[in-house]
């Protein structure tokens, strides 16, 4: 039973930068696929970026390549995510998956477990 707990939202200005987290228990993440995703407030969610076993295989959408950065630490067993250069439109609730089968996607079906998010507000 893999749980998984993100961290790291807050309210920043235009411009500025947060780091999320995606914290694991129950298992490891070491072989699996884990994906971003964003919600923004009335709209669908959507996969903003994933990365693979050992960093394989790592993908940005375009609203977010160039300022977003997905890593991951195995001896911590979290995935993170810097977020640079935010913008307004960057606003809403992240949240981070996990694909047992390490398929490297974008789609929500693909992902078998999901953190409960956390929310960014990105405003002047």
């Known amino acids: 039973q893999l749980q998984l707990v993100e961290s790291g939202g807050g309210l920043v200005q235009p411009g500025g930068s947060l780091r999320l987290g995606c914290a694991a228990s129950g298992g490891t993440l070491d072989s699996y696929t884990v994906g971003w995703f964003h919600q923004a407030p009335g709209k669908e969610r959507n996969g903003i970026s994933y990365?693979?076993?050992?960093?394989?295989?790592?993908g940005y959408s375009n609203l977010v390549k160039g300022r977003f950065t997905i890593s991951r630490d195995n001896a911590k067993n979290t995935v993170y995510l810097q977020m640079n250069s935010l913008k307004p439109e960057d606003t809403g609730v992240y949240y981070c998956?996990?694909?047992?089968?390490?398929?490297?996607?974008?789609?929500?079906?693909?992902?078998?477990?999901w953190g409960q998010g956390t929310q960014v507000t990105v405003s002047s």
């Open positions: 990365i693979t076993e050992a960093g394989r295989f790592i």
């Open positions: 998956a996990v694909d047992t089968w390490d398929r490297g996607g974008w789609g929500t079906h693909l992902y078998d477990y």
